[in-house]
C-alpha cells in the first residue's frame, strides 16, 4: 500500500520558516520525481517545487523562488520542503505527491495545513 504522510505544518508569523517533510512507503522511491503542490481556500492546486527522482534537478514556482528549497533522501524516503521568509499569500493546504518516471503512475497524500498570520 502506497503511502505519502506529510508533517511539519502549523502557524507561523510572516517572515518566519517552516520545514515540511513527506514520508514515503510503499513505492521505489527513488523512481520517483517528488513534488510539492499547494491549495489555498477558493483557489485551484498549484505546483510549487519539484525534484527529480535523482535530485540533480530542482523546479520551483516564481511565487516562490529564492524562499523556497527542495531536498530529497532517497536512502529514508523523504523529500522535503524548506520555506523561509514566509507570506500570508502562502498560506494553504500543502501536498507531496509522486510521479514514477515515464509512467503515468502518481501518488498524493492527505495534505498539511501552512497558515502564515500574524
Not at 510572516?14 to 520525481?33: D, E, K, N, Q
Not at 530529497?72 to 523523504?78: I, L
Request: proline content about 3%; aromatic content about 10%; glycine content about 10%.
Amino acid at each position: 500500500q502506497v503511502q505519502l504522510v506529510e508533517s511539519g505544518g502549523g502557524l507561523v508569523q510572516p517572515g518566519g520558516s517552516l520545514r515540511l517533510s513527506c514520508a514515503a512507503s510503499g513505492i521505489t522511491f527513488s523512481r520517483y520525481i517528488m513534488n510539492w503542490y499547494r491549495q489555498a481556500p477558493g483557489k485551484e492546486r498549484e505546483l510549487v517545487a519539484g525534484i527529480t527522482h535523482t535530485g540533480d534537478s530542482t523546479y520551483f514556482a516564481d511565487s516562490v523562488k529564492g524562499r523556497f528549497t527542495i531536498s530529497r533522501d532517497n536512502a529514508k524516503n523523504t523529500v522535503y520542503l524548506q520555506m523561509n521568509s514566509l507570506k500570508p499569500e502562502d498560506t494553504a493546504v500543502y501536498y507531496c505527491n509522486a510521479d514514477r518516471v515515464a509512467t503515468s503512475l502518481r501518488y498524493w497524500g492527505q495534505g498539511t495545513q501552512v497558515t502564515v498570520s500574524s
